[in-house]
């Protein structure tokens, strides 16, 4: 009866970290099990190797990035051991027929370069010192042909074109390469090389992390947890976050900038940033969203408290009050006596369109600028131009203005 | 223009092998690419690399078996290099799922006796001093999983599941193992590391034999020619012949066994292991075939000279003349003073029916052998028994008979 009588603290330890390990996640494989290693680890004292990987295809990281790598964090606060793991042996894989849409071989020194600027960034969220930051070329580079077959030969075809975008692409009449069904069992393996007791990654991953629970079993070990947290919606409210799609937050961005975009997103978008991008208790924000909906708090107010909460995130909470500060007298009270985001522009000359999506990059097509303009919301120097086929020239230190919430000074 | 002038002797030798060399072949890709290849080894002075692969899994070899043995043997007799190539890598991988019907794994000692007895039936057929033995593991053992993923990155799931039997699976939802989608490519690998110009196999092995193809052109050799052998129709004429069906001819069978066995078949199906399974020319085939259409040719005489042929092959023709003098004793002129094939039987007794199917396995159901005892051909020391319900007891020389051309001897 000694096993099932258990340890009120121990149980209250596990309900506090279970509660945080689950917040923000959109899809957990499963949550008993996950209950069950948190309370072993407790009573046993031997932390949870979680795992995050990563391919170092090297980009500058956006807040969506960071959502993983915070979950990640949270691990690391509540004593378990964090494997940051880098794919070095995939990214050397590219793919020489060229035919498929998998990923391009990387040299070397991109690697080595991709691996530099990506850690550069996780130590902002990570603490560096407690991470174990692990090369998947450690244990894939010895594999030989029989390992291979071995890996191959525990699943079947049939598992692997149930992923979606194989069996989209394979009703499509698009080619999937072979190679493409490796990668999954690679991640899988890497699992069972390191021992994982809790995998994270995005929810689109889910088909992959599974893979690494079958490996685990097969191989008798215990089966990894699969953490999976949703992709994050960009600042338009619709496209999921990239740089490409400019609706991003980057994680070394000035706090100014962090705090205006942050005040650019719809205030149906403000309440998932708050849960899955901030460490703003649950309770709390629940709070919040109830004032909002009965007229006791500003809906205003609530995302300028989101906003200094991630600039608090990467930055500090000294930068978070400064940057609401600014963001209130630049806009608020329309104070230009203030350090603007500086854009610095070379023609001498330039049409208003261009001036705002190709320059400013303030608007992804011409018809959201177009409009803007003709509303007389385009000022430079704060004098309205409305005339959407006018040339500016352009001068050093002259303020341009795009609606509330978009301003910068202009540099020569 | 120097090029373009051929040598006339070249040219007849060029027509020659190629003649020779697509006899009884059923696919091949392609023959206009085959006749270059022989004209450049004529012009060259070297010879052509012919590759035949098989497993070691260990079997007694049959006249099917030996149909790709002997087109082999054909290259090897105009001068050109044989690689007997053996799956040694290939038959150790098993399938440690046992989800799929993929070959089992094998033991290292099951593998050296398997490889044992296939090489000493196999000198019967090649001339093993001018034949070149090669294993597999000698270049795939060295394979690492970079290897490996740049021969699957060559190939899309939508190539690969355009072979029939995996198509089939799949539409039947039948698992197909990743592990049986690395055969074909390891295959195909195996023809790039010996240099092959031409691989020999069964039509079945098609889509297989292709995948060399592939693979050289990518690795930038010249293509082999890929020369595709019929499957031999077993003495039943319908299944193809294996020794599970037991319309088999055994390649170290004994002669008269032989003899006797290629009278059973019908004269359907004679021309075809004319020209597949003898060496007489096309020329004589044809002739033959004419006189028995036109009748002035028994069918018979034609079978006996094929049951003669076929045990000089395996024997001599010595044997040949021999085994059909017995076959026309104890057949023909009703002689029963020769050596008959034996059947040992422990039982007292036995019904007429077991008899025949079971014990002496003359036929595959009980109704073919309920027609015949029905209709008088079954005859015991030459006494017909009619009855399908009759018990025979068994007695040391006694003769057994089923129709015309089955007969043995019984020994306890």
Known sequence: MENTERNPQVEAEVKRQLEAFT????????????????????ETGKPLTVKLG??????????????????????????????????TFTARIGDPTGKTETRKMLSAEDIAKNIETYLDQVKLILDMEKTDVVYNHEW?????????????????????IQR????????????????????PILQGYDSVAIEADV???????????????????????EQQICLMMPILVGLDGVEKMS?????????????????????????????????????????????????VENGSVHPMDCKKRLGSEIVTIYHNAEEGAKAREWFENVFSKRNMDV?????????????????????????KGTSDARRLIQQGGFKVNDEPIKDVKAMVKIEDGMIVRAGKKKIVKIVK
Do not use: C
């Not at 917040?23 to 407790?42: C, F």
């Not at 009449?173 to 493409?180: A, F, G, Y």
């Not at 995998?199 to 070990?221: I, M, P, V």
């Open 23 to 42: 917040r923000g996640v959109e899809d957990l494989v499963s949550e008993k099990e996950l209950e069950k290693k948190i309370r072993k680890s407790l």
């Open 54 to 87: 990563i391919d170092p295809t090297g980009s500058d990281l956006h807040i969506g990035h960071a959502v993983p790598l915070r979950k990640l964090k949270q691990f690391q606060e509540m004593g378990h051991q964090v494997k940051f793991l880098i794919g």
């Open 140 to 160: 894939l580079e010895s594999l030989g042909l029989e390992d291979v077959l071995k890996l191959l030969s525990q699943f079947t075809v049939q598992q692997m």
């Open 164 to 183: 979606k975008d194989f069996s989209d692409r394979i009703k499509a009449d698009k080619p999937v390469s072979l190679i493409e069904f490796m990668y």
């Open 199 to 221: 995998e994270l990654g995005a929810t689109e991953q889910k088909f992959n992390l599974l893979r690494g629970r079958d490996l685990q079993k097969n191989a008798g070990q």
């Open 243 to 291: 740089k490409s799609l400019n609706n991003y937050i980057g994680i070394t961005e000035a706090p100014n900038d962090m705090f205006g975009k942050v005040m650019s997103i719809s205030d149906e978008l403000m309440w998932n940033y708050y849960e899955v991008a901030t460490d703003v208790p649950m309770d709390e924000i629940k709070a919040l969203k109830e004032g």
């Open 339 to 363: 350090d603007l985001p500086e854009a610095k522009i070379e023609a001498e000359e330039i049409g208003v369109i261009d001036l705002l999506v190709k320059e400013l990059g303030f608007f």
